[in-house]
């Protein structure tokens, strides 16, 4: 079984639309959470990164974690054709090496 | 702050050659690691660097493979023989760690490998 598994996409939604992307993760030594954006050929760029249990809000994104559950969210609101493009969630130990999940490709149409 | 920056951006080789690509991290970060994304996946770890100590390897990373960060600055992946199956993009980040804090992941735009 693979330590993180991400809602595999793609996703296609209209220019507006509220957005929710998902994780789940088996490993408990994970402390760090993160979520990246990969535009196509590019590498991936932190959007959020959060260490605790509940909601973290930057701008249209709100970042959920429940560690309990294990599980995280990325909420995209009013979203736009620009948001288009691949999420990554990332997890950290306190060792510092990240571990991700394989992506969710988001489509926004105008 | 000038980002992690990657060269070459695209390679493309013969199997049975030998490739290197350079990473340069961010200046004030004393991580640097090495990461391999394929098409539909995400970002597989390779191996890490503390300043020049390499501190962890996977188990994916074949004997083919070696990594040197001779001063803790840049760094360099080298893939000796090239397989069909090494095409892929080899990403490189770098972080900052002091004592229990390590900064998130700082991704360059990666090394395009094309092995035909």
């Known amino acids: 079984q693979k330590e993180v598994e991400q809602d595999p996409g793609p996703l296609s939604v209209p220019e507006g639309a509220i957005v929710s992307l998902n994780c789940t993760y088996s490993n408990s030594a994970f402390q760090y959470f993160m979520w990246y954006r990969q535009y196509s050929r590019k590498g991936p760029e932190l959007l959020m990164y959060t260490y605790s249990s509940g909601n973290k809000e930057d701008g249209r994104f709100t970042a959920q974690v429940d560690k309990s559950s294990k599980y995280i969210s990325l909420f995209i609101r009013d979203s736009q054709p620009s948001d288009s493009a691949t999420y990554l969630c990332a997890f950290n130990t306190n060792a510092g090496k990240s571990t991700f999940g394989d992506g969710t490709t988001l489509t926004v149409k105008p | 702050d000038t980002g992690v920056s990657q060269d070459p951006r695209h390679k493309i080789t013969k199997r049975g050659q030998n490739v290197t690509f350079r990473c340069d991290p961010i200046s004030e970060h004393n991580r640097l690691y090495w990461y391999r994304q394929t098409l539909g996946q995400g970002p597989e770890f390779l191996t890490y660097f503390q300043n020049e100590a390499q501190l962890e390897k996977s188990r994916l990373l074949s004997d083919r493979f070696s990594a040197e960060r001779p001063k803790g600055s840049f760094s360099t992946l080298e893939i000796q023989r090239t397989e069909q199956g090494d095409s892929a993009m080899y990403l490189c980040?770098?972080?900052?760690?002091?004592?229990?804090?390590?900064?998130?992941?700082?991704f360059g735009n990666g090394t395009r490998l094309t092995v035909t």
């Open positions: 980040a770098s972080s900052l760690s002091s004592g229990q804090y390590n900064s998130p992941l700082h």
